[in-house]
């Protein structure tokens, strides 16, 4: 198995991605190239004792670095040398297994789009994060901004890789689909979830994915789905809204917990299950988010990842190429069509 890692993606290139790679090459015994200014990674290495390369890390050089103000659009022509093109071509060409960066969405997005290309069928490729739910799960949200406007074949697509990934990463058996609406009637919603409803319907019909109806969004981080469904902008919302609350409802137990000596005493007492609480709600514990519907796995880490997140991302595009769900994927693409094309023609 081999990552290829963007050295100089985010706020803390190259340090974090670097000490992120050697971390995670001994813990998940693999070998990772890093793809970026040679020097500069040569001398993150040297700062920190070490002056020969680990065994198992490569260094691929690109000079050139996606900045985060570059139109998205322009990157493949205008940064044709920049560790996030050259590390997507290395992937493209079977140099890897898997890519990570933590660089611009918008650029990462669009250049694994055009230099990886998107699994056969796939319209548009989704961000599809998961989160810890109160039934004792993960939730994915697909899409969580990848795509602000979407038309019903997309969400049904979001559906698929959605449910497909839940299938295989997450080892849900059967998982629950939902589409993100303002009421759980059918008759609910713009005219987007009133065109997509009877789509999921009939994926489900058809056994292709578990769709179990309308999901309200207070229902989502409770565990009422595996998998929910929607635009980029309104799941981007959704995502949003449940960190926020999560880091206002932290720091209210620390303020709490800080009240007096007998609530100092109760923090002591339940510092390890605070510790357990925090940790699952640490997004470098999750590592990133993978691009669903890209024929091989990319995973964009958070712009500020630190070594702990970079580690993770690994162990997530470490997964998620031993999880490839593109042939799954491909399969049930042609399904829908081979009975899109057998309607029609009734």
């Known amino acids: 198995m081999k990552i290829i890692l963007d050295a100089m993606g985010g706020d803390n290139a190259p340090e974090a991605a670097v000490l992120g790679a050697l971390e995670a090459g001994k813990a998940y015994q693999t070998e990772i190239t890093l793809v970026g200014r040679g020097e500069e ?7 920190h004792g070490i002056e020969d390369l680990p065994q198992g890390i490569e260094i691929a050089n690109a000079d050139d670095v996606v900045d985060m103000h ?131 319907r009939k994926a489900h019909e058809q056994g292709l994915i578990n769709f179990v109806g309308n999901v309200e969004a207070r229902d989502v981080p409770l565990g009422a789905v595996d998998v929910i469904v ?39 007492l339940c510092k390890n299950g605070l510790k357990s609480m925090m940790k699952m709600l640490d997004y470098r514990e999750i590592g990133g988010t993978q691009f669903l519907g890209i024929h091989k796995p990319v995973i964009k880490a958070h712009g500020s990842s630190d070594a702990l997140a970079f580690r ?21 693409l042609q399904q829908i069509a081979a009975a899109k094309e057998e309607t029609s023609n009734d």
């Open 41 to 47: 990674i040569l001398e993150v290495l040297r700062s």
């Open 70 to 200: 570059d139109d998205p659009a322009a990157v493949l022509h205008k940064r044709k040398g920049s560790s996030m093109v050259v590390g997507l071509k290395m992937l493209a060409v079977g140099q890897g297994d898997a890519f990570v960066s933590a660089g611009s969405t918008g650029a990462l997005l669009t250049a694994a789009t055009l230099i990886v290309k998107r699994v056969k069928g796939i319209r548009r490729a989704a961000m599809a994060p998961s989160f810890p739910n109160k039934a004792g799960g993960k939730t994915v949200i697909c899409d969580c901004g990848a795509n602000a406007e979407c038309t019903p074949e997309f969400l049904l697509q979001f559906a698929l890789v959605g449910s497909l990934y839940a299938k295989k990463s997450l080892g849900v058996s059967n998982p629950k689909v939902g589409l993100l609406n303002i009421g759980t009637e059918d008759s609910k919603g713009t005219k987007l979830q009133l065109e997509t409803y009877p789509m999921l």
């Open 312 to 332: 993770n991302a690994i162990r997530q595009a470490v997964d998620a190429a031993q999880n490839n769900i593109a042939p799954e994927l491909e399969l049930a």
């Open 230 to 268: 929607c635009d980029g902008f309104s799941g981007n919302v959704l995502l949003k809204s449940i960190e926020g609350t999560a880091m206002y409802m932290g720091s209210l137990v620390k303020h709490m917990f800080k009240k007096n000596a007998a609530t100092m005493m109760g923090a002591m």
